[in-house]
């Protein structure tokens, strides 16, 4: 069972976190079930890109990004070549190391 290891964020997991995924599963997800409580204002239906994550290490294990994530992921902020929107990211096999951005484009948060 793959693990992800998520990087400190101040608001996010101020500790970091390392947790067990299944493969098949969107980071998203794995996180979520995980209590740390990322971004996700369209409901993870790729519509926004408040869920967007850098994936530091296993990021050619994951999935392959379609059209539609690639043309939200241009407007995310702090976009690098190894961002991808975490709700459609699906693990494979191998580990992953993520960092959740320090800002997102969110103008309204579900959290308020």
Known sequence: MPQIIVLPHHEFCPDGA?????????????????????????????????????????????????????????????LEPESRLSCQALVGSEPLVVEIPRYTINHASEKH
């Open 18 to 78: 390392a947790v067990e995924a299944e493969s098949g599963q969107s980071v998203c997800d794995v996180l979520l079930s995980n209590d740390i409580d990322i971004e996700h204002a369209c409901e993870m239906s790729c519509a926004c890109t408040t869920c967007h994550v850098i994936v530091r290490e296993g990021f050619d294990s994951l999935s392959e990004a379609d059209e539609l994530e690639e043309d939200y992921l241009d407007k995310a902020w702090g």
